[in-house]
């Protein structure tokens, strides 16, 4: 089978190439699933061009997520002609991941694809689009309604971020989307955002508190960008917080939190638990329009995914890019 490998010489030099492998040396798992597509998403970037250490084992395949068929399995949940979708869960770091024509997977770590989501849909989806859905869902726990005021969705022009920004538009609330890219105002406002906003007003070091703007957030960039947005939340808010684009570090104080009551919560995809996956994925069925997510998606082949992560890390794409295992 095809796959892209990821290695380490006895040097230390890094190497990311798509190689032929025996389907004999995949790790053992109880569901083996041919693989229709795989996605980039920004740990993939990161990985795939070394620009920080995401990957734990050498060699490597890439690929933290997948969508496909089940050949085989001994796992009760799962049986030949299954379409399943992966997330997440050491893929790609210390597990062979999921761009290679077959994997072999963990049937405990696997969500059967509802039926209207296709294989390259559910990688067009992928790990941001399930993220977003988190987060949509992690506003929504919190109370946070339309209507309730504005909702500040950063990074928005990359996979969490468009997602986040179709599903709140289609949701009724009034999107605010802050963006590097004054360039896909147009594309944001397909999306449903009602109001684009240069990224550079959130970016820079700012006061522990700030004019009240946001009745939410789902910050996807994390640093000076999620503590000016704390700083801006309105009284009683919710901030969504799953990504550090900009950083890891939080500059910020308690004032948010301790004079305005806001609320911070982590959401994490990578270890989430089954049943909160299987209802982000129902919930992307119903709720995420099929031709927005078209809009926002683009597509390689196997053989295309370096380059692909490349423009990635350069910050040249937006929206979502699936990665095709054959044909």
């Not at 795989?38 to 250490?53: E, H, R, V, Y």
């Not at 399995?73 to 379409?83: E, L």
Request: glycine residues 12%; hydrophobic residues 45%.
């Amino acid at each position: 089978m095809r796959a892209l490998l990821l290695e380490k010489d006895a040097t230390g030099v890094f190497s990311a190439a798509v190689k032929t492998i025996e389907t004999a040396s995949l790790p053992p798992g109880d569901v083996q699933v041919d693989i229709d597509y795989s996605t980039l998403n920004f740990k993939d970037g990161l990985a795939i061009t070394q620009k920080a250490p995401v990957v734990r084992t050498w060699p490597m395949v890439a690929g933290i997520d997948g969508a496909g068929v089940v050949i085989s399995s001994t796992h009760a949940g799962f049986k030949p002609g299954d379409r399943v979708v992966h997330n997440g869960w050491g893929l790609g770091e210390n597990r062979w991941g999921c761009m290679s024509e077959q994997a072999s997977l963990q049937g405990d770590w696997l969500v059967k694809l509802p039926d209207a989501i296709s294989t390259r849909q559910a990688m067009a989806i992928g790990t941001a689009g399930y993220t977003a859905m988190l987060c949509v869902m992690a506003l929504q726990e919190q109370g946070v309604k339309p209507g309730a005021g504005d909702v500040l969705v950063t990074g928005s022009t990359g996979g969490v971020g468009s997602v986040a920004v179709a599903l709140l538009a289609r949701a009724g609330y009034r999107v605010v989307a802050a963006t590097g890219k004054a360039a896909e105002a147009d594309y944001l406002a397909a999306l449903g955002a009602a109001q684009v906003i240069d990224r550079g007003e959130l970016s820079a070091a700012g006061k522990p508190l700030q004019k009240e703007r946001w009745a939410a957030v789902v910050d996807t960039v994390g640093s000076h960008t999620l503590a000016n947005a704390l700083a801006q939340t309105r009284y009683g808010g919710v901030v969504a917080a799953c990504g550090l684009a900009q950083g890891g570090d939080l500059p910020t104080t308690v004032m948010p939190f301790i004079l305005r009551g806001v609320r911070l919560i982590g959401v994490d995809s990578v270890m989430a638990p089954l049943a909160l996956r299987q209802q982000a994925w129902a919930r992307l069925a119903q709720d995420l329009d099929p031709a927005l997510l078209d809009r926002m998606t683009s597509e390689v082949d196997l053989d295309g995914a370096v380059a692909a992560a490349q423009r990635l890390m350069d910050g040249q794409v937006r929206g979502r890019v699936v990665v095709r295992m054959r044909g």
